[in-house]
């Protein structure tokens, strides 16, 4: 497999990593490139969003494709949510569980910030992906075949102002995919964390993110190409060409490390920098 296939029949393999596969996060964005390149490989999908109007848009799109595909309208925040995808798909032989619903649901400066909204974006982030992750990693390891792809961010590599919680999940994110590729890589089942660095998705744009100021942007679909073409080079995948930059952030000098990369966002996300000057001079 190379990362310049274009079809998806040529990126993954149904019979190591089908018949069935589950999405979560896998509406639009890079979720629903996931599942259009998966679709074309004739791979079954069960997909999992919170939305459930672009939910049944990609759902009737890649059906196109032939395949059979089940909705589950989930807020994966919430404590029932992952019993109830693991119960939907019981009957289904899953080969492969594509982590896709890590987005930074909230974002503040930790002190000033709620503290239940912070605990949303761990449970998101850690606690419903380890109950997924948990159940059908050892299907998977049973039937000695499958596949965990794990979507991570170039955020969990350093800290940054209104992204404490959300760096600090997707570093735990990193580790945990490292660690659970020690455990499996001998009986068959691939796991990956794909990293992402920019990329044009409805929910940057929705944060306010600056894209048309931001370099080296991704598109949803060459990430999800790339991620899937990499699958079986775990644990890590830098995508999008920002290993280089990776590699910069995670070096030793942590405090020019961070105030490097603080100037970085304030660019990227003007709206943010602008209300801290204002909390400033309203303390002034």
């Not at 989930?74 to 896709?100: F, K, P």
């Not at 961010?153 to 945990?176: C, E, P, T």
Request: glycine share 14%; proline share 3%; aromatic share 6%.
């Amino acid at each position: 497999m190379t990362d310049t296939d274009t079809d998806g029949s040529k990126l993954v393999d149904p019979g190591k990593y089908g018949p069935w596969a589950v999405i979560a996060g896998g509406s639009e964005g890079v979720g629903a490139a996931f599942a259009h390149r998966l679709a074309e490989a004739g791979i079954n999908l069960v997909l999992v969003a919170r939305k459930p109007g672009p939910l049944q848009e990609t759902a009737d799109a890649v059906r196109e494709c032939g395949v059979e595909v089940r909705t589950l309208s989930l807020d994966l925040t919430e404590a029932a949510s992952a019993g109830r995808i693991i119960a939907e798909t019981e009957d289904l032989d899953v080969g492969m569980l594509i982590y896709n619903a890590g987005a930074n649901t909230y974002g503040s400066e930790f002190v000033e910030g709620g503290l239940g909204r912070f605990h949303s974006v761990i449970d998101l982030n850690i606690t419903a992906q380890l109950a997924l992750v948990h159940h059908f990693g050892a299907r998977m390891r049973a039937r000695g075949s499958g596949g965990l792809l794990l979507i991570g961010s170039m955020s969990g590599y350093l800290g940054g102002k209104h992204l404490s919680i959300y760096s600090a999940v997707k570093a735990f994110g990193r580790v945990f995919a490292e660690s659970l590729w020690l455990e499996l890589r001998d009986h068959g089942v691939d796991v990956l964390e794909l990293v992402l660095g920019v990329t044009r998705t409805p929910a940057m744009e929705r944060a306010g993110m600056n894209l048309a100021g931001a370099s080296g942007i991704s598109e949803p679909d060459d990430v999800a190409r790339e991620g899937l073409a990499h699958l079986a080079d775990g644990p890590v995948w830098v995508a999008g060409g920002n290993a280089e930059r990776v590699a910069e952030i995670n070096g030793p000098n942590r405090r020019e490390l961070i105030l490097r990369q603080d100037a970085r966002m304030r660019k990227l996300f003007p709206q943010r920098a602008g209300d801290a000057s204002e909390r400033a001079r309203g303390r002034g």
